[in-house]
């Protein structure tokens, strides 16, 4: 039992690291002076969720649900 709580918990740290990455590479949500003109309305933000962006997004969060249960049976397992 301890081996493969180790292996949870080394995995738990990689996914830590990971998301903080992850989340340091994205862009940020705002638009800026780019919204007066128009210009957030370009083809890039119409489809982003097939671009590079939407592909972190998308990692960002199976990263965070990963996170949350790795969590919880790590909390279990350390009390139990």
Same mark, same amino acid.
Not at 43 to 49: D, E, L, M, T
């Given at each position: ?25 994205? @862009? $940020?949500?705002?638009?800026? #002076?780019? %919204?007066?003109?128009? !210009?957030?309305?370009?083809?890039? /933000? ?6 590079? @962006? $939407?592909?972190?997004?998308? #990692?960002? %969060?199976?990263?965070? !649900?990963?996170?949350?249960?790795? /969590? ?7 009390? $139990?």
């Amino acid at each position: 039992m301890s081996t493969l709580k180790t292996i949870v918990m080394i995995a738990y740290i990689l996914i830590c690291v990971a998301i903080v990455i992850v989340v340091l590479m994205q @862009e $940020g949500k705002n638009s800026g #002076l780019g %919204a007066l003109s128009g !210009a957030s309305d370009s083809y890039w /933000s119409k489809n982003k969720g097939r671009s590079s @962006e $939407g592909i972190k997004v998308k #990692l960002t %969060a199976v990263l965070a !649900a990963l996170f949350i249960v790795l /969590s919880i049976v790590l909390c279990t397992t350390w009390l $139990g």
